[in-house]
Nanobody
Framework: VQLQASGGGLVQAGGSLRLSCATS????????MGWFRQAPGKEREFVAT????????LYADSVKGRFTISRDNAKNTVYLQMNNLKPEDTAVYYC????????????????????WGQGTQVTVSS
């Protein structure tokens, strides 16, 4: 399974970006998808996750109400819409995938994800 993240960039505080993560490979399998981020000098942290069905999602408290995760299984792509961005959102954002049989499962645990994309840089200026 290969993951390709894109959509990062430089934006002013209060602005918006939409990240995309395209998957290829075992596209016939059920995938739990997650977004994580790593700021300079910090550990990687959970941002959002979505079930295969798209019906269940979970967010970190720091992004709740500002970020929205969604997916289009026909396009094998998951999205992270980020609104009202803050300087503290500056980080490299990674998408991750977990193959799992249940369509309603999601996970915020980094160690559950076997597949990772290369990361895309998001920089928010004040």
């Amino acid at each position: 399974v290969q993951l390709q993240a894109s959509g990062g960039g430089l934006v002013q505080a209060g602005g918006s970006l939409r990240l995309s993560c395209a998957t290829s490979g075992r596209t016939s399998s059920n995938y739990v998808m997650g977004w994580f981020r790593q700021a300079p000098g910090k550990e990687r942290e959970f941002v959002a996750t979505i079930s295969w069905s798209g019906g269940r999602s979970l967010y970190a408290d720091s992004v709740k109400g500002r970020f929205t995760i969604s997916r289009d299984n026909a396009k094998n792509t998951v999205y992270l819409q980020m609104n009202n961005l803050k300087p503290e959102d500056t980080a490299v954002y990674y998408c991750a995938a977990k193959v799992y049989y249940r369509s309603d499962y999601y996970s915020s645990r980094e160690d559950e994800y076997a597949y990772w994309g290369q990361g895309t840089q998001v920089t928010v200026s004040s």
